[in-house]
């Protein structure tokens, strides 16, 4: 809020509020005004006293900056380390940016640089992004002003046993990513090893080791997930000679 006042005379002046640029708008009547940003950028606010037809126009340069976080929103576990960065459109100077992962056991961050980190995958999950970037302009109270913005990211992994016997019932594998926005694929790198349902990840072991593939879909964009499975097959040995009341032990030899 913008107020202004006149200081020598007793008479109250008429106030003519003008916003030059795009930036901001202003709202209100008499002698304050609210400004609220509109874009990032510059705008000049212009103010006229007048009295008894006497004018005075004074100027004063509002700039509008914001702070944006630039990463993907999806990760595969396995896919390895990614960069994330931040952008200050309408800002030139200099600032200091504090960064976090509000769970660590999903991503952490690595690095020094105000500008960017690294994102390290650790285990599927969703967590928080978290900027703090401090400013080198004052507010009121002589203090830096601070802008704050955080941003959502989602790691896939593949969960469950990863062991069948060929021939066993169905079941499935999971996937570990709660956000019930993201879609799910599940792929068979070879349908003769191994078929999977490809909505519900649920397998149907026929014989050796297949890759399987996950396939997560967000806004988009799309990441991949791989896992082997180990497929064993059960042979049955029994004993060739039985004699009548006496008792065998049958083995499966994986």
Known sequence: TFTASVSGTSETPV?????????VSISGSGSSRTA????????????????????????KQLIVYDLSIT???????????????IQLPGYDSSYSAAWESETETVAVLSGSSDASRTIQPRAGGTTKIIVTATLAYKNLDNTNKT????????VVEISGLTSFIAGEKARALSNVSPDSSIQYKWESADSTKAEIDQNTGKITAKNGNVN???????NGKSV????????????VTEPTDIVKGEVYNCSCII
Request: proline content about 1%.
């Open 36 to 59: 609220t940003a509109s874009q990032t950028g510059s705008s000049t606010l212009k103010l006229k006293a007048e009295i008894n037809g006497k004018s005075k126009i004074i100027e």
């Open 15 to 23: 106030y003519t509020w003008t916003p030059e640029g795009s930036a």
């Open 71 to 85: 990463c993907d929103e999806l990760y595969a576990k396995s896919a390895g380390n990614k960069t994330v960065s």
């Open 147 to 154: 802008i704050r913005r955080e941003k959502t990211i989602h």
């Open 224 to 235: 991949t997930e791989t896992k082997q499975i180990k497929i064993s097959t059960c042979n």
């Open 212 to 218: 399987i593939k996950l396939i997560a879909s967000l």
